[in-house]
Antibody, heavy 120, light 107 residues
Framework: QITLKESGPTLVKPTQTLTLTCTFS??????????VGWIRQPPGKALEWLAI???????HYSPSLDSRLTISKDTSENQVVLTMTNVDPVDTATYFC????????????WGQGIMVTVSS | EIVLTQSPATLSLSPGERATLSCRAS??????LAWYQQKPGQAPRLLIY???NRATGIPARFSGSGSGADFTLTVSSLEPEDSAVYFC?????????FGQGTRLEIK
Protein backbone atom coordinates (compact mmCIF):
# COMPACT_ATOMS: atom_id res chain seq x y z
CA GLN A 1 0.00 0.00 0.00
CA ILE A 2 1.45 3.31 -1.11
CA THR A 3 1.17 6.33 1.17
CA LEU A 4 2.68 9.80 1.02
CA LYS A 5 2.70 12.64 3.54
CA GLU A 6 3.87 16.22 3.20
CA SER A 7 5.64 18.10 5.96
CA GLY A 8 7.16 21.52 6.38
CA PRO A 9 6.37 25.02 7.60
CA THR A 10 2.83 26.29 7.35
CA LEU A 11 3.84 29.95 7.50
CA VAL A 12 6.76 31.55 5.71
CA LYS A 13 7.73 35.16 5.16
CA PRO A 14 8.09 36.75 1.74
CA THR A 15 11.55 36.32 0.18
CA GLN A 16 12.30 33.29 2.35
CA THR A 17 12.99 29.79 1.05
CA LEU A 18 10.31 27.17 1.49
CA THR A 19 11.39 23.57 2.03
CA LEU A 20 8.79 20.81 1.86
CA THR A 21 9.37 17.12 2.46
CA CYS A 22 7.34 14.24 1.10
CA THR A 23 7.79 11.05 3.12
CA PHE A 24 6.45 7.96 1.42
CA SER A 25 6.08 4.23 1.91
CA UNK A 26 5.02 1.27 -0.16
CA UNK A 27 7.47 1.86 -2.98
CA UNK A 28 11.12 2.69 -3.51
CA UNK A 29 12.48 5.41 -5.76
CA UNK A 30 15.73 3.50 -6.07
CA UNK A 31 14.39 0.28 -7.54
CA UNK A 32 10.84 0.94 -8.69
CA UNK A 33 9.90 2.58 -11.94
CA UNK A 34 7.85 5.68 -11.27
CA UNK A 35 8.27 9.03 -9.64
CA VAL A 36 7.09 11.59 -7.11
CA GLY A 37 5.65 14.89 -8.15
CA TRP A 38 4.63 18.11 -6.44
CA ILE A 39 1.38 19.88 -7.26
CA ARG A 40 -0.07 22.97 -5.58
CA GLN A 41 -3.50 24.52 -5.33
CA PRO A 42 -4.16 28.11 -4.23
CA PRO A 43 -7.36 28.44 -2.19
CA GLY A 44 -10.37 27.96 -4.42
CA LYS A 45 -8.28 27.58 -7.55
CA ALA A 46 -7.04 24.91 -9.93
CA LEU A 47 -4.22 22.43 -9.55
CA GLU A 48 -0.78 23.50 -10.75
CA TRP A 49 1.99 20.98 -11.40
CA LEU A 50 5.37 22.11 -10.05
CA ALA A 51 8.02 19.42 -10.38
CA ILE A 52 8.70 15.71 -10.58
CA UNK A 53 11.61 13.37 -9.88
CA UNK A 54 11.76 9.85 -11.21
CA UNK A 55 13.39 6.68 -9.92
CA UNK A 56 16.30 7.09 -12.34
CA UNK A 57 16.95 10.70 -11.32
CA UNK A 58 15.14 12.28 -14.27
CA UNK A 59 13.76 15.66 -13.20
CA HIS A 60 11.31 18.09 -14.76
CA TYR A 61 10.13 21.50 -13.55
CA SER A 62 7.31 23.82 -14.43
CA PRO A 63 8.90 26.40 -16.76
CA SER A 64 7.17 29.26 -14.95
CA LEU A 65 8.88 28.30 -11.66
CA ASP A 66 12.01 26.56 -12.93
CA SER A 67 14.44 29.16 -11.59
CA ARG A 68 13.00 28.95 -8.07
CA LEU A 69 12.52 25.21 -7.62
CA THR A 70 14.80 22.35 -6.69
CA ILE A 71 13.59 18.78 -6.24
CA SER A 72 15.70 15.96 -4.82
CA LYS A 73 15.31 12.48 -3.41
CA ASP A 74 16.75 10.63 -0.46
CA THR A 75 16.18 7.01 -1.28
CA SER A 76 17.50 5.76 2.06
CA GLU A 77 14.90 7.85 3.91
CA ASN A 78 12.13 7.40 1.33
CA GLN A 79 11.77 11.13 0.99
CA VAL A 80 11.48 13.71 -1.75
CA VAL A 81 12.31 17.32 -0.94
CA LEU A 82 11.10 20.41 -2.80
CA THR A 83 12.65 23.81 -2.19
CA MET A 84 11.18 27.04 -3.49
CA THR A 85 13.23 30.20 -3.19
CA ASN A 86 12.11 33.79 -2.82
CA VAL A 87 8.49 33.01 -1.93
CA ASP A 88 5.73 35.55 -2.41
CA PRO A 89 2.14 35.78 -1.10
CA VAL A 90 0.97 34.39 -4.46
CA ASP A 91 2.71 31.14 -3.49
CA THR A 92 0.13 30.65 -0.74
CA ALA A 93 -1.44 27.29 -1.52
CA THR A 94 -1.95 23.70 -0.47
CA TYR A 95 1.04 21.71 -1.64
CA PHE A 96 0.54 18.05 -2.52
CA CYS A 97 3.04 15.35 -3.31
CA UNK A 98 1.85 12.43 -5.39
CA UNK A 99 3.12 9.11 -6.71
CA UNK A 100 3.37 8.78 -10.46
CA UNK A 101 3.24 5.20 -11.49
CA UNK A 102 4.37 3.48 -14.56
CA UNK A 103 1.02 1.70 -14.53
CA UNK A 104 -1.06 3.69 -14.42
CA UNK A 105 1.09 6.52 -15.73
CA UNK A 106 -0.72 9.15 -13.72
CA UNK A 107 -0.73 10.58 -10.21
CA UNK A 108 -2.42 7.56 -8.70
CA UNK A 109 -1.79 8.17 -5.00
CA TRP A 110 -1.69 11.60 -3.33
CA GLY A 111 -0.64 12.89 0.03
CA GLN A 112 -3.12 14.78 2.17
CA GLY A 113 -1.49 18.10 1.33
CA ILE A 114 -0.02 20.86 3.46
CA MET A 115 -1.38 24.40 3.49
CA VAL A 116 1.42 26.95 3.26
CA THR A 117 0.76 30.64 3.84
CA VAL A 118 3.24 33.28 2.72
CA SER A 119 2.80 36.39 4.79
CA SER A 120 4.89 38.87 6.71
CA GLU B 1 2.67 24.51 -23.00
CA ILE B 2 -0.48 22.50 -23.64
CA VAL B 3 -3.58 24.27 -22.37
CA LEU B 4 -6.54 22.18 -21.21
CA THR B 5 -9.93 23.88 -21.29
CA GLN B 6 -12.74 22.29 -19.31
CA SER B 7 -16.42 22.90 -19.78
CA PRO B 8 -18.79 23.68 -18.36
CA ALA B 9 -17.38 25.50 -15.35
CA THR B 10 -20.29 24.33 -13.24
CA LEU B 11 -22.83 21.59 -13.77
CA SER B 12 -25.89 21.12 -11.60
CA LEU B 13 -27.81 17.85 -11.97
CA SER B 14 -30.08 15.59 -10.00
CA PRO B 15 -29.31 12.11 -8.65
CA GLY B 16 -29.75 9.47 -11.32
CA GLU B 17 -29.04 11.87 -14.18
CA ARG B 18 -26.13 11.58 -16.56
CA ALA B 19 -23.23 14.03 -16.35
CA THR B 20 -20.99 14.84 -19.30
CA LEU B 21 -17.81 16.82 -18.64
CA SER B 22 -15.53 18.05 -21.40
CA CYS B 23 -11.78 18.64 -21.61
CA ARG B 24 -10.26 20.14 -24.75
CA ALA B 25 -6.50 20.27 -25.37
CA SER B 26 -4.77 23.04 -27.29
CA UNK B 27 -3.02 20.40 -29.40
CA UNK B 28 -3.08 16.68 -30.10
CA UNK B 29 -2.27 14.74 -26.93
CA UNK B 30 -3.17 11.30 -28.32
CA UNK B 31 -4.77 9.47 -25.38
CA UNK B 32 -2.50 10.83 -22.64
CA LEU B 33 -5.22 12.29 -20.45
CA ALA B 34 -6.26 11.60 -16.87
CA TRP B 35 -9.28 12.68 -14.83
CA TYR B 36 -9.29 13.41 -11.11
CA GLN B 37 -12.07 13.99 -8.61
CA GLN B 38 -11.56 16.38 -5.71
CA LYS B 39 -13.94 16.84 -2.82
CA PRO B 40 -13.69 19.79 -0.41
CA GLY B 41 -10.75 19.54 1.93
CA GLN B 42 -9.43 16.41 0.26
CA ALA B 43 -6.63 15.53 -2.12
CA PRO B 44 -7.53 14.71 -5.70
CA ARG B 45 -8.35 11.10 -6.51
CA LEU B 46 -7.44 9.47 -9.80
CA LEU B 47 -10.54 8.33 -11.71
CA ILE B 48 -9.46 7.69 -15.28
CA TYR B 49 -6.05 7.38 -16.94
CA UNK B 50 -5.02 7.20 -20.57
CA UNK B 51 -8.38 8.67 -21.55
CA UNK B 52 -10.56 5.63 -20.91
CA ASN B 53 -9.07 3.35 -18.25
CA ARG B 54 -10.71 3.34 -14.84
CA ALA B 55 -8.32 3.45 -11.91
CA THR B 56 -8.45 0.80 -9.22
CA GLY B 57 -11.61 0.93 -7.14
CA ILE B 58 -13.44 3.47 -9.30
CA PRO B 59 -17.13 2.65 -9.83
CA ALA B 60 -18.25 1.60 -13.28
CA ARG B 61 -20.57 4.61 -13.57
CA PHE B 62 -17.45 6.69 -14.30
CA SER B 63 -16.17 6.40 -17.86
CA GLY B 64 -13.79 8.33 -20.06
CA SER B 65 -13.58 8.68 -23.80
CA GLY B 66 -11.86 10.65 -26.51
CA SER B 67 -8.52 11.01 -28.20
CA GLY B 68 -6.51 13.70 -29.92
CA ALA B 69 -7.76 16.96 -28.47
CA ASP B 70 -11.29 16.26 -27.24
CA PHE B 71 -12.10 14.20 -24.18
CA THR B 72 -15.17 13.43 -22.13
CA LEU B 73 -15.77 12.18 -18.61
CA THR B 74 -19.21 10.66 -18.20
CA VAL B 75 -20.95 9.78 -14.97
CA SER B 76 -23.79 7.55 -16.07
CA SER B 77 -26.12 7.80 -13.06
CA LEU B 78 -25.23 10.42 -10.51
CA GLU B 79 -25.00 9.66 -6.83
CA PRO B 80 -25.00 12.36 -4.14
CA GLU B 81 -21.36 11.56 -3.33
CA ASP B 82 -20.31 12.51 -6.87
CA SER B 83 -20.55 16.16 -5.90
CA ALA B 84 -16.99 17.41 -6.41
CA VAL B 85 -14.64 19.30 -8.69
CA TYR B 86 -13.24 17.31 -11.60
CA PHE B 87 -9.88 18.07 -13.20
CA CYS B 88 -8.27 16.75 -16.35
CA UNK B 89 -4.47 16.47 -16.76
CA UNK B 90 -2.26 15.70 -19.75
CA UNK B 91 1.06 13.85 -19.82
CA UNK B 92 1.73 14.11 -23.55
CA UNK B 93 4.35 16.83 -23.27
CA UNK B 94 6.28 18.64 -20.57
CA UNK B 95 5.20 20.57 -18.62
CA UNK B 96 2.39 18.48 -17.23
CA UNK B 97 -0.75 20.61 -17.15
CA PHE B 98 -4.18 20.52 -15.53
CA GLY B 99 -7.45 21.96 -16.65
CA GLN B 100 -9.18 24.61 -14.57
CA GLY B 101 -11.80 22.19 -13.31
CA THR B 102 -15.55 21.56 -13.56
CA ARG B 103 -17.64 21.80 -10.43
CA LEU B 104 -20.37 19.15 -10.38
CA GLU B 105 -23.23 19.89 -8.03
CA ILE B 106 -25.87 17.33 -7.16
CA LYS B 107 -29.27 18.93 -6.51
Amino acid sequence: QITLKESGPTLVKPTQTLTLTCTFSGFSLSINVGGVGWIRQPPGKALEWLAIIHWNGEIHYSPSLDSRLTISKDTSENQVVLTMTNVDPVDTATYFCAHRGPDPDAFDIWGQGIMVTVSS
Amino acid sequence: EIVLTQSPATLSLSPGERATLSCRASQNILYYLAWYQQKPGQAPRLLIYDASNRATGIPARFSGSGSGADFTLTVSSLEPEDSAVYFCQQRSKWPLTFGQGTRLEIK
